[in-house]
């Protein structure tokens, strides 16, 4: 591990800031709820323990931030029914057990379909490359950080056997959203360091102006997470709606703007449904019309029969989750009928998913 890293693991480092984040709530004098937009905190706060070192009173929520997480049943049964066809799918590995409401694309190799695990939308052209004879569809997923490559890889001539059924996501609609919801009360978003290193921080500016909410841009490692904290708690205490970059290794205001314009060169926002909370508009990437040839949408019948939802993803708390409601093991199934080897929601399915990493590091709310 590189020096630079081991820098943002120092205990002592984390020792003062938990204790000047204990400081900061008694200047608030209240409850705060803070909520994180990305799995990868989410990761971070797991490993490394951190709600462990947060002071009474502090609560740090997932909200709408794993793109598989949200991913609907009805684009994964889409992306079954294209591998029904006949065509080969290609897929993030995350994405391969989420359920739709009959099949994942698990259940659909089981029964003979070709799909393939991909680690990168140029692997999927490669795949397509190799099989010529073959139509290769790529189920794109993921907020700004895979739709900017994905968006790059149309723009860059790809192979007629190559086509791309998007589920690719923006994620200042959804928390915006969250922000509306009468019954979610949060006071303080720590913004993903990732997507902003494409779309920069400045993107965050109306949210900030027209919520009142504080915004930070935090990184991945235990001391980003607690510094992302520090500065939304001393917005909090000074009653200040601001916006800092607490990323500045990565993320600029700007953001890289030659993959923003090749992004927003391919797709268009249009609304769509995120699992579990709700239709949003803007939200949703869909291509533009200028690529339609390689819509997935146009060339497959992407609207077969589906199934009716499974009794028990009816039970299933996802939607409450991410909208900073409720916790996993506050979900009846979480650890029982829910695994990670048997996944009733989408939550538990992948990586960056909260169920499944409460239930990796054994369930516990102060992980
Ligand atoms: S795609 Fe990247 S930024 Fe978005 S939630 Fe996942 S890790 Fe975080
Ligand atoms: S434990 Fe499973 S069923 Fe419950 S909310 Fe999480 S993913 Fe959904």
């Known amino acids: ?42 990761q971070a706060i797991a490993k490394f323990g951190l709600r462990s070192m947060l002071p009474d009173g502090l609560s740090l929520r997932m909200g709408p931030g794993c793109p598989v997480c949200v ?33 994942s694309l698990a259940d659909a190799r089981a ?50 056997n190559f086509w791309v059924l998007s589920a690719h996501k923006y994620v200042p609609p959804a928390m915006e959203v969250v922000a509306e919801m009468p019954d979610t009360d949060i006071d303080g978003f720590l913004a993903a360091g990732h997507a902003a290193t494409i779309t920069g921080y400045g993107l965050f500016e109306p949210f900030v102006e027209e919520y009142e909410i504080p915004v930070v841009v935090g990184g991945f490692e235990p001391i980003d997470v607690m510094l992302g904290i ?34 927003w060169s391919v797709f268009e926002k249009t609304s769509g449904e995120w699992r579990g909370i709700a239709e949003i508009p803007g939200a949703n990437l869909a291509l533009r019309e200028e690529y339609a040839d390689y819509d997935a949408r146009e060339r497959f019948d992407v609207e077969p029969e589906t199934g009716g939802p499974d009794p028990l993803t009816e039970q299933c708390v996802c939607g409450d989750i991410m909208a900073g409601k409720a916790d ?20 538990m399915v992948s990586s960056e998913g909260t169920c499944k990493i409460w239930h990796e590091y054994g369930g516990h709310p102060d992980l």
């Open 328 to 347: 996993p093991d506050e979900c009846d199934l979480f650890g029982e009928e829910c695994t990670p080897g048997n996944p009733v929601g989408a939550c």
């Open 1 to 42: 591990m590189s020096e630079e890293t081991l820098q943002f693991r120092n205990p002592e480092q984390a020792e003062q800031l938990a204790d000047r984040l204990e400081a900061l709530m008694v200047e608030v004098d209240g409850p705060v709820n803070l909520m994180h937009v990305c799995g990868s905190h989410e």
């Open 230 to 263: 520090e500065r939304l708690l001393e917005y909090i205490s000074e009653d200040v709606a601001g916006l800092e970059n607490a990323y500045p290794r990565c993320v600029t205001r700007e953001g890289n703007r030659a993959a923003l314009e090749t992004m």
């Open 111 to 160: 029964d003979g379909a070709d799909v393939e695990i991909v680690y990168s939308a140029s692997e999927a052209v490669e795949l397509a490359e190799e099989n010529p004879d073959e139509e290769v569809v790529f189920f794109a997923t993921g907020f700004e950080t895979t739709a900017a490559p994905t968006a790059a890889i149309l723009v860059d001539d790809p192979p007629e």
């Open 71 to 103: 991913t609907n049943m009805p684009e994964v049964d889409e992306a079954v029914a294209v591998a029904n066809q006949g065509a080969i799918v290609a897929t993030y590995g995350d994405m391969f057990r989420v359920p739709g409401t009959k099949q």
